[in-house]
Every structure is written in structure tokens, then in C-alpha cells.
């Protein structure tokens, strides 16, 4: 192709998706969108780094979890430089950190700082059949996403480097990994929403050595967080908690870790997240025994609690016929299919209530009552006090009282 229909080509690929090209004749930028962001310099030196490894395409992942990849327009002499692309988005806590690692000049910051937090983000994988797609519209070749690069026999080299020093290490000094079936255990106290078997869990010092998985205390602490919350989250699932549910959960207290600045609070959070997990599964232990279609309808009422929910269309969601699934529930439930929902509204309320600043009316709303005195009527026939009451004494919902 020529240069104009590269250049046309690029700038709707700019359009489409907002990940920055950049086209390189040897060290020469050819031509670049968007243009005059000041990162030109960045780029080239990215561009050195990925030419080295002199495949026709290859990647690499910053300090600052950026990915950059180069493809080799093969026909014409050309490079083409996609990136960065941000495994996750660019907010004002890591923006200092991206800024430094890019050495971006003082004057510039600013309006690199706009330029960057507009960028896409994903995970790695999305950016490698990006590039994929981009070499066969090119050079009409085929590649797959194993095919990338040309580092992983020296990353297997190194992985079993480590692997063998680790391993001679751990045997001299006898640090032995012996956790295993004190987390299986934890897993099925969580799977089993056995809430005292975990209380009496989490005052028992865990054995073993847990090994080495950070680069320094934090990332220690928050790497084992996180491997505890993805095991926590599993075993959750399979004990009957909502998958949505579970991996929303698992997603906050990661995110909540990564914010911490120090290994006590992290723990502190490491403690708490198990009887989290076991209590929410414990809820669910009761209609464990239910029917799928009661199940189903159990966590749709669940996730569409700030809607109007009707007889007939959870029916219509289990695919039974109204009647026959309103028996069925209560059967099953011990409460009928409307009570159930008003309680289900009412614990929302309680937990907005209770860690929100939402007006009484903006609950009232959210949950579809009719009316603000509706929904307080309501409130107090449940809970025995009014909303109002209920905030003001700081009050923790009675099925969250452990947390």
C-alpha cells in the first residue's frame, strides 16, 4: 500500500478503538495518531526494545502495566507501533507512576495526564488478537497469539532457574509450603456457610510457610490476599452464592487491598473476608435443598432487587406457569413469592441504609416502592423500627452482624 491509504487505514482504526498508532520508516516517524501528544521520544525508545526481538510481531508489558506492541508491514519497509494499551485505567493514584516511568518533561504533564486517562484499557490477551488481526490485515498472514514474541523459551529458562533454586532453598532450610489443608479446610467451612466452624478457623494459627510471591512486604501481603479472595470466591460459588454476587464481592475486597499502604491493614481486611464469604453462603444454605427454578427465581429477585418484580415474570424467567410456580416457591421457601421479595428489599434497604448517605427517599425509589411512606411503613413492620430509627443508631443489619 501507499503511505496515504496506510494513513487512511490508521486514522479509522484511531476511530474505532482510540488505541494510538504510530508508523515507523526505520527511525523516522512516518506518521503518527494522535499527533503532537509529546510521547514521541517514549515511543521510539518502545519501538527500539520491540525491534530487538526481531520477529514480524511482538509485544511488551511495562513497570506501569502498559502494553505496547510493533508489527512489520513486510511489503514496504515499514513498522507499525500500536499502544500503550492499559491492562487497567488510568486513574490519579497511579498517574504520578506513569508519569515518572515515562519521563515525561514537567511542561508536558498536564496534558499528558488528559491525553492518558482517556486511553482503553483490557487485559493482555485482547491486545494480542488486536495485534493478530492487524498483522493479517497487513501482511494477509495468519498468527496466533502463542506466536507473539520471542521471549518464552527464555521465560520457561528462568522460570525453572527460580524454580530449582527455590526449590533447593526450601529443602535446606526446611520452609516447606504445609498449608494446603488448612485452606481446604477454610473452603469448606466457606462452601458449607458454617459460620462457628469459621470463627473457631480464624483464631487458629495457620501452619507452614506460605512462600515468597511479592517483591517486598505489601505485595506479599496483598498477593496472598488476592490468591485467598479468588479460593474464597470459588469455594463461595460453589456453596450456592450468587456467581454475580460472589465475583462482585471478590472484586471490592481486591480492590480494597490494592488501596491499602500497609501489611496490617491488609491482614486485618485477610481476616475479615472469609466470614464475609461464609455468612453470605450461610443465607443461601437454607434454600440449598430447593428446586433450580426456585433457586434461579431466588437469585433473580436478588439481582433485579431495584425493580418491580412480578409473579409472572420471574414464572416466565424459571419457565413455569405463574400459579404453579407460586406453590412451588412457597413450598419449597417456606414464604410466599411476595413476602420473600419485601424482605429481600427491605435487607437492601437495610445495607444502603447502613453504609450509604442515600436519602430516604432516594432508597425508596431505587427500590421500587410505591411511595416514601409506603416504603417506611414497610420498613418498620419488618424491622420494628423506622428507617430514620434504623440510621440513626448506626445500626448494622442482623444478617450482616458479624462483619
Same mark, same amino acid.
Request: hydrophobic share 35%; glycine share 4%.
Given at each position: ?153 527464555? $521465560? ?64 506479599? @501481603? ?15 460459588? @460453589? ?38 464469604? $461464609? ?31 412480578? @409473579? ?83 445500626? $448494622? ?7
Amino acid at each position: 500500500m501507499q503511505i496515504n491509504e496506510y494513513i487512511v487505514f490508521l486514522n479509522n482504526l484511531f476511530d474505532v478503538n482510540n488505541i494510538p498508532l504510530c508508523l515507523f520508516r526505520d527511525d523516522e516517524v512516518v506518521f503518527q495518531i494522535p499527533s503532537a501528544i509529546g510521547l514521541t521520544e517514549h515511543f521510539r525508545s518502545s519501538y527500539h526494545s520491540l525491534k530487538e526481538q526481531g520477529t514480524p510481531v511482538s509485544y511488551l508489558s511495562t513497570t506501569f502495566e502498559a502494553y505496547y506492541g510493533l508489527i512489520q508491514l513486510e511489503e514496504d519497509n515499514l513498522w507499525l507501533f500500536i499502544g500503550p494499551y492499559f491492562l487497567m485505567p488510568v486513574t490519579k493514584e497511579i498517574l504520578p507512576t506513569v508519569i515518572q516511568e515515562m519521563h515525561i518533561p514537567p511542561n508536558d504533564e498536564e496534558r499528558i495526564k488528559i491525553y492518558l486517562t482517556g486511553l482503553p484499557n483490557g487485559p493482555l490477551h485482547r491486545f494480542l488478537s488486536y495485534l493478530c488481526c492487524l498483522h493479517f490485515a497487513c501482511n494477509h498472514k495468519s498468527i496466533t497469539i502463542d506466536e507473539i514474541g520471542c521471549n518464552s523459551s527464555k $521465560t520457561e529458562s528462568n522460570i525453572n532457574i527460580e524454580y530449582t533454586h527455590t526449590a533447593y532453598e526450601s529443602r535446606e532450610n526446611e520452609a516447606i509450603h504445609n498449608t494446603y489443608l488448612f485452606e481446604m479446610q477454610k473452603m469448606d467451612l466457606i462452601a458449607s456457610g458454617n459460620t462457628e466452624g469459621m470463627k473457631k478457623n480464624l483464631i487458629t494459627p495457620m501452619p507452614g510457610h506460605q512462600g515468597t510471591i511479592g517483591k517486598d512486604g505489601l505485595r506479599q @501481603a496483598k498477593n496472598i490476599f488476592i490468591a485467598a479472595c479468588t479460593m474464597y470466591t470459588r469455594a463461595a460459588i @460453589a456453596g450456592g452464592m450468587d456467581i454475580e454476587e460472589a465475583y462482585n464481592l471478590s472484586d471490592i475486597y481486591i480492590r480494597t487491598s490494592e488501596s491499602y499502604g500497609n501489611v496490617t491493614d491488609v491482614e486485618r481486611l485477610l481476616k475479615q473476608m472469609p466470614m464475609d464469604f $461464609t455468612e453470605r453462603v450461610e443465607r443461601e444454605v437454607k434454600y440449598k435443598n430447593a428446586s433450580q427454578p426456585v433457586i434461579s427465581a431466588i437469585h433473580y429477585i436478588k439481582e433485579h432487587v431495584n425493580q418491580p418484580l412480578q @409473579a409472572d415474570t420471574i414464572a416466565s424467567y424459571v419457565n413455569l406457569s405463574t400459579s404453579y410456580f407460586l406453590k412451588r416457591f412457597k413450598a419449597e421457601t417456606g414464604v410466599g413469592l411476595s413476602e420473600f421479595i419485601t424482605k429481600t428489599k427491605i435487607e437492601e434497604a437495610c445495607i444502603l441504609l447502613s453504609y450509604t448517605d442515600k436519602s430516604l427517599t432516594e432508597i425508596s425509589n431505587y427500590l421500587y416502592f410505591s411511595s416514601q411512606s409506603y416504603f417506611q411503613n414497610v420498613f418498620k413492620k419488618v424491622t420494628g423500627v423506622t428507617p430514620g430509627q434504623y440510621r440513626n443508631q448506626k445500626k $448494622t443489619p442482623v444478617f450482616m452482624s458479624n462483619h
